[in-house]
């Protein structure tokens, strides 16, 4: 015992220094602005921030500490130091009592967002709740309050529609914005099984983010209420055990209420964006990046709102909203909401403007306000793998041969000349580039798919790959464990901010895969499976589609015109070796086919050694002569144990090897 009291006052006393070095650099955040100020230097450097991170790195290393961790906690530092830096520039009094007006009670996501919001003020920023959202707005405009707080859209339940029509007659102006995740929480009275409850209120918006959730709920009813906080009061006061409410875990402490569940959104990723009012608009230096809000209405002619876009686009403003409502009382015709990255105290924005007024026919400017999102400097691959990159040679446009008649169109470079780049998360599949997606066959526990997606970003991998859904020859095998694997999957994607891939077996489990899986993958077993390539077709998540073992080429872009017919344009072709008399190999790695889809189709292109070796000596020269051949990336199988695999272990990489091959890819 005595041992762990001493253990824990040594923590104590590390802790103690971390605080102290975190409150150095922050006043050294505050002093550098005054500097910067002087020179009318930009607040961010990106070239100094990879540079700080990639020696962070290099001596944390060394020290025992891992990349990724370093990475964060660095994120987070740098992060405060320009969030600083802005609340200077925009001149915030650290003095005078600001009065914010929220709509709902205590607890109540408007108010989490508001103390986000105003975090280094709170000890001089008053919430005063209100019961609607048109309360809000009218406590500005009657200057009762300093700010108010509206909720705008969330990302699973779309636009808040009654905030956009505030907007178009409110006179105030949007002076700031926040984004708050939200993680809704099942709330009772007391510990009760699910299957008791009949009743849950909550907001509607809020219901709506967890209709699938209670919607499986046995004879259970969702029942609107006016707030979140204030539903999850009543739960408390009614003291009914049958009775739920569905609302943050905060208000759950706030009112002493049990979490039955968390997390019980349908979406895994659920944001809402809350616009901060004020009576009058605020100036925003120029070097805060910014967000500018209009709303317009066009002429009712044809190509009217084309021009006035065309107009955004020859100022190179980068459009980041737009959103239609009808007008009050003028039947099928619409106003505009536009949000775009710009400030109005710019030239080019001001300019702009000034010609969007002769093309619209009502125009109100709701305010420039720095933007919530602030790009992170992400460690360069080279540095993360060990060293500098090899030159990958560039993608050159490859001439299509006139006479080739092909059976497949969309897929086709006649159809698309220049290479198709699919964005997943932080990381770009296609053109230039070279990514690496590595994790293990099969999903098994919460600790190895951890574990795994830890090399995978310790390593620079860009993506983690694991498979839930298992295809396997025998019905004996491990068949993977299905949704379960899948959250584990998601969670440790979440925690090293990796966008994760996995397999899709059954059409019908499409939808349910792809709120998780940011890459739904179609195996090679079920290449021309044409019911689930239409459905993933359906889909918006991006598909990474694998050569069937007995398939040529043209059937594999057949079975991607499936996929594009059907609406969803980001395919990832992989070649992951094809069937011949040869059974040395699990299957023979066609390298030759890369540069011969490469001239055929516009479609990133990805090797799999893993699958083709069978056999984990032969993975790592397979990768390399893969690289060679100039696809965009390579899929590999990695495991922490690969003899205690459940499925593949034979040709899964240990660690060390994996990180050796990124280091040969990466390094030359
Ligand atoms: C896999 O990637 O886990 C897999 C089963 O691959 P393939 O469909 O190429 O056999
Ligand atoms: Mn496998």
């Known amino acids: 015992m005595d041992e762990l009291e001493k253990i824990r006052g040594d923590i104590n006393s590390v802790d103690e220094r971390i605080l102290e070095a975190l409150a150095d650099r922050h006043k050294l955040a505050e002093r550098i602005i005054l500097a910067k100020d002087q020179l009318g230097a930009p607040i961010r450097d990106a070239l100094r921030e990879e540079q700080i991170l990639a020696s962070l790195i290099e001596r944390g290393r060394s020290r025992g500490l891992d990349a990724h961790l370093i990475t964060r906690v660095f994120h987070e530092i740098i992060d405060d130091s320009i969030r600083s830096q802005q609340l200077h520039l925009l001149g915030y009094q650290k003095s005078g009592l600001k009065r914010v007006a929220f709509q709902g009670i205590e607890g109540a996501y408007s108010e989490l967002a508001g103390r986000k919001y105003f975090a280094p003020y709170l000890d001089q920023t008053l919430f005063v709740g209100v019961n609607t959202l048109e309360q809000v707005v009218n406590s500005v405009e009657d200057e009762d309050v300093d700010y108010g707080l509206l909720p705008v859209e969330n990302t699973a339940a779309g636009s808040i529609n009654e905030v956009y029509d505030l907007l178009s007659c409110a006179q105030l102006s949007i002076v700031g914005e926040e984004v708050l995740r ?50 999850v009061k009543k739960v408390k006061e009614e003291k009914d055990p049958s009775v739920a409410a569905i609302g943050s875990e905060e208000a759950g402490r706030l009112y002493g209420l049990k979490v039955l569940r968390r997390n019980i959104e349908d979406q895994a990723n659920n944001y809402t ?80 403007l000034e010609k969007l007024r002769s093309a619209t026919t009502s125009l109100k400017v709701l305010g420039s306000y720095p933007t919530q999102h602030r790009s992170r400097t992400q460690p360069k691959i080279e540095i993360l793998a060990g060293g500098p990159p090899e030159a990958v040679e560039a993608s050159a446009e490859p001439a299509v041969p006139a006479q080739e008649k092909v059976s497949y169109r ?188 490469k001239r055929l189709t516009h479609l990133p292109i990805l090797v799999d050694p893993s699958h083709a070796a069978g056999r984990r000596e032969l993975v790592t020269p397979l990768a390399l002569a893969a690289h060679a051949v100039g696809p965009h990336g390579l899929i590999v199988e990695i495991h922490p144990e690969p003899e205690k695999a459940l499925s593949d272990g034979p040709q899964a990489l240990r660690f060390s090897e994996f990180a050796e091959l990124m280091r040969r890819i990466y390094q030359g």
């Open 410 to 597: 969309l897929a086709s470079r006649e159809h698309k000349k220049e290479d198709t780049i699919i964005a997943v998360g932080g990381a770009r599949i296609g053109g230039p580039g070279f990514v690496v997606i590595a994790g293990p066959c099969a999903v098994e526990t919460p600790e190895q798919i951890r574990k795994c997606a830890r090399q995978v970003k310790e390593c620079g991998g860009q993506l983690l790959r694991g498979g839930c859904f298992k295809p396997r020859t025998s019905p004996y095998s491990f068949q993977g464990l299905g949704f379960e694997g899948l959250q584990m999957l998601a969670e440790a994607g979440r925690e090293y901010d990796l966008p994760v891939v996995t397999e899709v077996l059954s059409p019908a489990d499409v939808e349910a895969v792809a709120r998780y899986a940011d890459v739904l993958q179609v195996g090679a077993r079920n290449m021309q499976n044409f019911s689930l390539l239409s459905e993933v077709g359906r889909s918006s998540r991006p598909v990474l589609l694998k050569r069937g073992m007995m398939s040529t080429m043209e059937e594999f872009l057949n079975a991607a015109e499936y996929i594009l017919d059907r609406g969803n344009h980001q395919v990832i072709l992989c070649e992951r070796g094809i069937r011949t008399f040869e059974t040395a190999t699990r299957n023979t790695l066609d390298l030759g086919s890369i540069p011969i889809l």
């Open 273 to 352: 964006r809350f616009l901060v009012l004020a009576k009058k608009p605020s100036a925003v230096d120029l070097r805060i990046p910014c967000k500018t809000s209009l709303i317009m209405a066009t002429p009712h002619e044809e190509g009217a709102l084309l021009k006035a876009l065309s107009l955004l686009h020859e100022y190179r403003i980068n459009l980041s909203k737009l959103e239609s409502r009808p007008i009050p009382g003028m039947p099928f015709q619409y106003i505009f909401y536009i949000d775009f990255e710009g400030n109005t105290a710019e030239d080019r924005v001001a300019q702009a």
């Open 182 to 231: 939200v993680e809704h929480c099942l709330l009772a009275f007391e510990e009760v099984p699910l299957a008791n409850i009949r009743r849950i209120y909550s907001h509607p918006q809020a219901l709506a983010e967890c209709m699938k959730y209670v919607s499986k709920l046995p004879n259970c009813q969702g029942l609107p209420y006016a707030d979140t906080a204030m539903a």
